[in-house]
């Protein structure tokens, strides 16, 4: 297998670690996207985002997958969970930019590519991450993320764009962030959309933060610390024992 074959194969397979998340209206139609991840943790699924997109509000769901009969199925799971992080003695609250919600243990998203006709033509399983979120970032290894952009209507479809961005490298850490450099310039934020959410993985395709925002002038992207987030997963999941 060549070199080419290689890349390509890698670049699916990080194009597959995203679960596209879609806003739905009154009617149900689609009115914002983001990103997203699907996780057994110690038993449970869960489905892991960021909170700055608002998905505590509003009916989101998780697009499972396209049927020509059917047309696009999702699962509904409404507003996300989301934490903050308080003071007792001043009453000051900090929004923490983490959301996740619990899914069926069967929960999956596929990724598809359905040509004009409406048929398939490419399909395959969206990862379900089997974490414990212990990893830390390394400067000596190189990250990826995938999200869908460049959304739009056609016919009563939405279709968009899988970007894929790899090659990225571990900067620093900063309160509950990772910052990673772009291995580009950063082509603006509107470029992005559609990705906030979107797991941030190593090479052994291990989570270790969900894409939050960045910053045009040093081309970076930063991403809430999953191991931070792993106490708000044990009293989730009923793994926290209190003293």
Not at 71 to 92: I, N, S
Not at 165 to 170: A, H, I, Q, Y
Not at 176 to 182: N, V
Request: glycine residues 10%; contains cysteine.
């Amino acid at each position: 297998m060549s070199a080419k074959d290689d890349v390509e194969r890698a670049t699916f397979a990080i194009g597959l670690t995203s679960i596209p998340l879609r806003k739905l209206d009154a009617k149900k139609e689609v009115i914002s996207n983001a990103s997203g991840c699907l996780v057994d943790y110690y038993g449970h699924r869960l489905l892991l985002s960021v909170s700055h997109k608002s998905l505590a509000d509003g009916n989101w769901a998780i697009e499972e997958g396209f049927d020509r009969d059917k047309g696009t199925r999702l699962h509904q799971v409404g507003g996300l969970k989301y934490v903050a992080r308080g003071d007792w003695g001043t009453l000051k609250r900090d929004a923490i930019d983490f959301s996740y919600a619990s899914v069926p243990s069967d929960l999956v998203s596929l990724y598809q590519e359905i040509d004009a006709g409406r048929y398939i033509t490419k399909q395959a399983q969206r990862t379900v991450f089997k974490e414990t979120f212990e990893t830390e970032p390394n400067p000596k290894e190189l990250y990826a993320f995938s999200g869908q952009t460049r959304h739009s209507k056609e016919n009563w479809f939405l279709c968009s764009t899988n970007m894929v961005v790899m090659g990225l490298t571990f900067e620093r850490s900063e309160g509950d962030f990772h910052h990673f450099k772009l291995p580009f310039r950063h082509p603006g934020h509107d470029s992005f959309h559609g990705c906030s959410g979107a797991p941030i993985i190593d090479s052994e395709a291990r989570v270790v933060a969900l894409v939050c925002g960045g910053d045009t002038e040093t081309d970076t992207v930063y991403g809430v610390s999953l191991k931070k987030m792993k106490p708000i997963l044990d009293i989730e999941t009923g793994r926290f024992v209190g003293a």
